[in-house]
């Protein structure tokens, strides 16, 4: 249980800290500097055109998502570990899905944004999308199992289990288009060696994108693991007040 | 005589236990404590917290604050390993439909490591033998089908029996059997609590009556 | 029970029992022989019918065996926890400390052993149906890829069926958390099954490496399944 | 007052009645007649057809042989017509889960044509108004259900009542309400048949009592 | 009731009840919205990944959509039984004497809402993932064809529900039942949904006619259902 936050007045149960504030206005600028870099300083690619100045959205969401969806793993299995086992790991798994559920939704779409404009369609049965879809609706059931209902602990410990089977997807996701030949880009960035060579400003746009889009990972999970945590909290004090009240109709029971 | 670790006397030993269900406290705060030998009758008004009791004392649900301990085995750590040592019936009998009573109760006999003698013991000790013996469960009267569950609990030698509302269903002779086997472990050393509403009837099998009432216990004296 | 406090069952033992179960409730209700294989035959039948082309039927006939196969799963895991929901079974087995990983490889079994009727006769029928080759080479490869794919379709529907089997809403539940999850079951039997077919004209030794996938799958839900089971049924 | 039509003083009139339930004769030859304004209590073994006479009665199940009347109305021919006259509780309840126990009631009130303020009626002489009625009926307490489901029957104006063990799960209060009910009924014109294995209890409510064994029906002096 | 006698509601009044009834259900438990939608959509992915050519896709995608919503029905029509069997509310019903055509009426209306909401989601899925073309000019036709195919499936489903609701082995029984019967709706749905894409070059007047199959087919079945229902659940 997280009792550091119960000594606090309820005037400080929000979920912002002067970090996260500080860190809201860096992203701020950060998010700013990122268009100012993709939309109009940044060259327009050989092939793709003006088009390319989608990825610096599209491949840090995809980047950012796989991030998420592993930190889901690793808390899991902090969760999981009866050593380190406490419910703040749990909300963090959780807090984090969301985050990456939201992440891989930014990079569906941009990816299909995307595909109209050079493939001439919005989605295709290549593997690389179908293998994304996939992830994303195991972590739309992810989110539902979470939501079964029960008390924290069995949330917690059904939701760790799903999480680790879930992000075993991952290495599919991102092997798919060697295990398959595919229209999608290869592993460009982070691939083994590949002849194909980024303008060193595309370059630089795109390691700004993925800076920014980890703030705004950051401060998304550390704002909604809060919220987690507040929301249990209100189901613990709401206890409290079932239990005082469950108590008195005891007494007036009484003979 | 049923085994049981010598010096640990005090079967059940709760000390202002919280169970909840979904957000509600079923149990508020309830203390209670049964020595071994004893039959302990649960009583109170519906929705009072008796199921969530015994649910509570067999290891299926958990421990949310408070202190509690069965058989010795801290309920807050450890409640996975009080399951195999308690007996417990619910409001389900928990059959399958499609097969015959014997087969439902070797089954159930067999989980728990009874032998063939043992199971066969239990069905004539709730007087399944015979034609019922062979007959798929599905087709049973309600009464029936309690039997066949209680014939499966019977099977197993339990140091603690969780019984919940265990006479509903059954007829004059199967109550009558049934506190006779219960009496007849409570005698050789196991432990019994019951939960009902037929007070009259059970007040004649237990040793000690306990009252429910709102998520919490009282104690009433003996019968 | 060596100390004479009556225990419960071995893991083994406890499989074994849940399997023999299983499998005699099968034989008592034949739920399998007289309503999934027909089911399943009118699913690959409904194929055929959209698709409406013999050209491209040949050509995904083993596609269709899979997916057919996987529509059937779903069924049967609804159906094998049916079973031990109906009237508390599955309660009474938690109650009974019944070990959990003995539950979960009794079920699998029992699911396994059905599975493996049902993907021997959908073959059957897409040589029949669909004209797909059969070739006597390809029929080791066959015959693997049928049991690991089996196994991993039991190990994962009898996982994912026993964490939906409490929840209310089940019936819907369960086919969210499955289906995603065996995409690769269904890609990598396909494939493999196409080069054990020989469908357009995939050489058999390219069948092999998907063979290696679903082993992996296979093991890892079987593992997952066994260690994880308890947990995901306890409150 | 319930309204009756006049001249139909032989509510249930059964002779040598055979109802089957799969190839087994559950009812073997019974024979009955029972007159409005009686509270008639079945008692006998597990098994012995209890069940299958009360769904007989209350046109569930056909008549396989022998004769048989209820409320004037042939079971041969048209047993359809004594359902919407018929109130009936079986073992189970018949309540949806998701839906809160007052949704419930009202539903089953409105099924049959009854007006809201009797609905309400039947929610406060079960004891269901309060905190109960918003409450979904999955999360009630066993005896909580059985509550619900005896203030939906409650909520219509039954000719003939037809209870298979409705005790059962009831805490002290709830059948003493129940009782209540009963007797008002049963004095307003209705009449009652009652299955159930708490002989104390049911006899001190019914007028007249009949046990039923091995699908017979043998008559026993008023208690 | 003008005879004093307390009788059951009429049969409009019972069909309003039990539909309200059911969508309140729904409303509560939210299976529709959070579970079946999107295990129609995984069907689809799951489809065209089976498929895997964009070409055949493009051609069959009027297929899948409805091959897509069948099987959702059958996921629809037993959780919609399901609620009525758990606690053996549906003997509750017959024994209440409330109409049999009523209920029949009810269950149908509810599944029908349902099922259009669904049929809507899933066709506005088709137009993005399979590239299938929408003219406004289909637009007329897609809706009636929408409206009576589902007013037959719903119809056909709460028949053929009801059947297979007391029986043992439901799970498996309903989608034997169901399946060839809507044979005809899947094709007729199809060839109308197709000449409404203007998929392979067909004329939006040719689906009048298929529309014409799909209007006699809910009819049929609608009064079937409404005549058909008392006896069928009776014993
Ligand atoms: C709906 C359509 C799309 C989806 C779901 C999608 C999905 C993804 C995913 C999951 C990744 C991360 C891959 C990894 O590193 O493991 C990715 C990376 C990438 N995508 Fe897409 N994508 C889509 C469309 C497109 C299109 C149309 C293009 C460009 C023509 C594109 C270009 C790229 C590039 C360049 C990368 C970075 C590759 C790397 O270095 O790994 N994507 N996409
Ligand atoms: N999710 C929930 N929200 C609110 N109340 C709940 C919830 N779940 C259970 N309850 C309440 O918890 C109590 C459970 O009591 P329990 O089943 O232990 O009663 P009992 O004493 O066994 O009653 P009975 O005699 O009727 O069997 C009931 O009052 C029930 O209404
Ligand atoms: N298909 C069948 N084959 C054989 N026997 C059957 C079949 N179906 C029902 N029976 C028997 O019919 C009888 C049904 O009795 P019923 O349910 O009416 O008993 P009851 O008097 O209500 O009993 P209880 O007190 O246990 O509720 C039982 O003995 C049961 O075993
Ligand atoms: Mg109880
Ligand atoms: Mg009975």
Redesign the interface.
Known sequence: MNTSMSKHSPRDRVTGTPFTRGLGVVILAGITLLIILAIFVSPADVNQGESVRIMYAHVPGAWLAYLAFVVTGISSVAYLWKRTRSLTWDRIAGASAEVGVLFMGISLVTGSLWGRITWGTYWTWDARLTTTAFLFVTYIGYLAVRGL?G?H??RARRSAVLALLAVLEIPLVHFSVQLWNTLHQEASVAGRGTDVEMDGLMLFTLFLGVVVFTLMYVWLVLHRQRSLALDDML?DS??DN??TA??A??Q??AR | MI??EPGIDVVIDLSDA?A??????AL??ATLSVNRGEIVLLR????AGK?TLLRLC?????L?RGHGQVLGIDLKNDR?L?????G?I??????????TVS?NVR??G?????TRAEVDAALRRMGLDGR?ADL?V???????KR?TALAGLVA????LWLLD?P?????????DELDQVLKMAAAAGATVMVAS????RAAQLATRQVEV????VREIGAP | ?S???????GVI??AR?IAA?DL??ER??RVLLNQVLPFALIVMVMFAFALDSDAVLERVAPGLVWLATLFSVLVMVSRSFA?ET????L????????PATGIFIGKMLALMVQLMVLVALLVGAAVVLYRAHFSWAGGVLLVTTATAATCGLAAVGTLYGGLAAGAKGRETLLPLLLLPVVAPVLIGATRATESAFGTNGIAISEGWPWLGLLVVFAVLFSVAGAVAF?PLL??
């Open positions: 209902g008390t602990q069995q189901d709401g206890l079932a239990l469950r108590r109709e005891a007036g029971v | 085994a049981h919280v909840v269900l979904g957000s509600f406290p508020a705060g109170g008004p519906n929705g199921t067999a290891g299926l649900i958990p949310e996975e009080v399951r195999h040592r308690v417990v619910g409001h389900n009998n928990g059959l399958y439909g499609d097969l087969e089954f159930w067999r989980t728990v490591g009874a019922l798929p599905s087709r049973l009267s309600a009464g029936q039997r197993r030698r339990a140091e509302e006479h509903a269903g059954l007829d004059a002779t199967g109550r509403h037929e007070l009259e009432v709102a998520g919490q | 029970m100390n004479s406090v009556p225990g419960s069952a033992a406890t029992l179960k005699r409730v008592r209700s079973v109906g009237d508390g079974a309660d009474q087995l938690r109650s009974a400390g019944v308890g306890d409150e």
